[in-house]
């Protein structure tokens, strides 16, 4: 039997659950019989299902689990939270083999839910493909081990490295790239569970923040706001989403800014957002070196004068053409 295999698959079918399961994990589980999967699953919206317990209601002739392998991307949860524990459910069908991506090394789990399958007598093997799984679970696992969102930095900068001219006309933005990278753009706005941006940027561009372009939720909108100089008549205002405002009631200006906002960001659960700028929000986080991700635009124009691009330094991680734009995507190691 190729664990391999059967883990990769999880991998591929707990993307489904990308953008509605947060703050949960977004688990992927499918089951084996006589090396033939009889049933997939993935975790439900948050409050729904876990993936297991997908996987297990979709057999039918539930008998033929005594013989099955169940496999995971991630340890099975042993505790009651808005759902029962799922190792309980494992247990109670008699499924004999769980094979586990990678241990949930959350305090309410952190491999009691190993513990319980091994002590009801189920063979159990985990580390198959760890480190993708862990690279897959990245939102989660920063969350909880870092105590932080999971923080992705998102610019577009023109051909002689500027993100924004150096005077405009009205309140809106100046596109740097085209309309497939700006639709990518809503695409990932529905799949991570915040946005953040400086007081200048709600000033200068007036953006709704929302996805518009792509179906999805739309993301908590996370505002820097000092002095609490921005009308409620701007868009980011709008019943379209919640907006969380960062100002000096809310953390002290005067040290660690990034610091603190991450600090806000987790007492209120998100565990991922998107750093939409501008330069001096985005600067600040890479000088505190808080970031896992860098996505950088290039368009294929040229402002000459204007706002320069931050300044940072990252490991290439890929890089595409979307027509006249190049998009390359950095990691923070």
């Avoid at 405009?168 to 639709?183: C, E, G, H, L």
């Avoid at 860098?294 to 490991?315: H, L, Q, W």
């Amino acid at each position: 039997m190729n664990h391999d295999t059967y883990i990769k698959r999880c991998i591929e079918i707990a993307k489904n659950g990308l953008g509605n399961t947060r703050p949960n994990p977004m688990v992927g589980c499918i089951i084996v019989v006589d090396n033939k999967i009889i049933s997939e699953g993935f975790t439900s919206e948050y409050g729904g299902n876990h993936a297991e317990v997908n996987a297990i209601n979709k057999v039918k002739d539930k008998s033929i689990l005594k013989s099955a392998t169940l496999y995971v991307t991630l340890e099975p949860c042993s505790h009651f939270g808005k759902t029962p524990p799922c190792s309980d459910l494992i247990i109670k069908h008699g499924i004999p083999n769980v094979v586990i991506g990678c241990v949930d090394d959350h305090i309410q789990v952190a491999g009691k839910g190993i513990q319980k399958l091994k002590d009801a007598g189920v063979n159990v093997t985990v580390g198959v493909l760890e480190n993708e799984c862990k690279l897959h679970h990245k939102r989660f696992f920063t969350f909880h081990n870092k105590k932080r969102p999971y923080i992705i930095l998102k610019w577009a900068e023109t051909q002689d490295g500027f993100i924004a001219p150096e005077t405009k006309n009205i309140k809106a933005p100046v596109w740097i790239t085209n309309k497939y990278s700006r639709q990518l753009v809503h695409k990932w706005r529905a799949v991570e569970q915040a946005i953040l941006v400086g007081t200048n940027t709600v000033l200068e561009d007036n953006p709704s923040l929302t996805v518009r372009d792509w179906t999805g939720k739309n993301p908590t909108r996370i505002v820097i706001d000092k002095t609490n100089k921005l009308s409620r008549n701007l868009s980011v205002f709008n019943a379209e989403a919640e907006t969380i405002v960062i100002d000096n009631n809310t953390i002290d200006f005067s040290k660690n800014i990034a610091q603190q906002i991450c600090k806000v960001l987790f007492k209120n659960n998100i565990n991922s957002v998107i750093i939409e700028g501008g330069a001096k929000t985005l600067q600040t986080f890479i000088d505190e070196n808080l970031w896992d991700e860098a996505r950088v635009f290039i368009g294929n124009s040229k402002f000459k004068k204007g706002t320069k691009r931050p300044e940072f330094s990252g490991n290439l991680i890929s890089e595409e053409h979307i027509q006249t734009d190049i998009l390359k995507i950095y990691s923070n190691d």
